[in-house]
T-cell receptor
Framework: DTGVSQDPRHKITKRGQNVTFRCDPI?????LYWYRQTLGQGPEFLTY????????KSRLLSDRFSAERPKGSFSTLEIQRTEQGDSAMYLC????????????FGSGTRLTVV | QKEVEQNSGPLSVPEGAIASLNCTYS??????FFWYRQYSGKSPELIMS????GDKEDGRFTAQLNKASQYVSLLIRDSQPSDSATYLC??????????FGRGTSLIVHP
């Protein structure tokens, strides 16, 4: 499988718990992006990595959110002390350096905070 | 603030008709433009890309770009019920980070 993989597909957690999501990009892609999507909205940018460096973070990414991409391969997105407002689909995408041929998305992780 | 605007719809067309989806963007430095299709509960799937002014055709899909007007559109010919989905316009800015519109919901009825 040469696509973008995300794990888990679904996560239900209680408010206040920490959750971590994983993304494995297409191996030859330098860039990895995290987006969040809520019902009726387009994907909203959270952060991106170029190789192992996290180059930009959206103001949507509060201090409860942290992302890593050790060794420039897979990435993790952690949400600490989850809130009901964090319930959303978390999407990972990868691309070549300039995104020239497009951005490939994984299947997403659906987070529900109860 | 980079903005990408789409009419949320829904756009309802009969089977076999042409569906026309529109998108405007604010970032004048953008050089590439993408259309994604998203079925309910699924992730976005890339269906078209366009880089130059004019039209680009791929099967039943035609993307149209007018950089002067900061306008990109997607035409779907011979619409099928399986085309019913949300169509997202994505516009990367100078740092190649795509900004997405909210999407237009398309319903193709038999």
């Amino acid at each position: 499988d040469t696509g973008v993989s995300q794990d888990p597909r679904h996560k239900i957690t209680k408010r206040g718990q920490n959750v971590t999501f994983r993304c494995d990009p297409i191996s030859e892609h330098n860039r990895l992006y995290w987006y969040r999507q809520t019902l009726g909205q387009g994907p909203e940018f959270l952060t991106y990595f170029q190789n192992e460096a996290q180059l930009e973070k959206s103001r949507l990414l509060s201090d409860r959110f942290s992302a890593e991409r050790p060794k420039g391969s897979f990435s993790t997105l952690e949400i600490q002390r989850t809130e009901q407002g964090d319930s959303a689909m978390y999407l990972c995408a990868s691309s070549a350096l300039n995104g020239g041929v497009g951005y490939t998305f994984g299947s997403g992780t659906r987070l529900t905070v109860v | 603030q980079k903005e990408v605007e789409q009419n949320s719809g829904p756009l309802s067309v009969p089977e076999g008709a042409i569906a026309s989806l529109n998108c405007t963007y604010s970032d004048r430095v953008s050089q590439s433009f993408f259309w994604y299709r998203q079925y309910s509960g699924k992730s976005p799937e890339l269906i078209m890309s366009i880089y130059s002014n004019g039209d680009k055709e791929d099967g039943r899909f035609t993307a149209q770009l007018n950089k002067a007007s900061q306008y990109v559109s997607l035409l779907i010919r011979d619409s099928q019920p399986s085309d019913s989905a949300t169509y997202l316009c994505a516009v990367p800015g100078g740092s190649y980070i795509p900004t997405f519109g909210r999407g237009t919901s398309l319903i193709v009825h038999p």
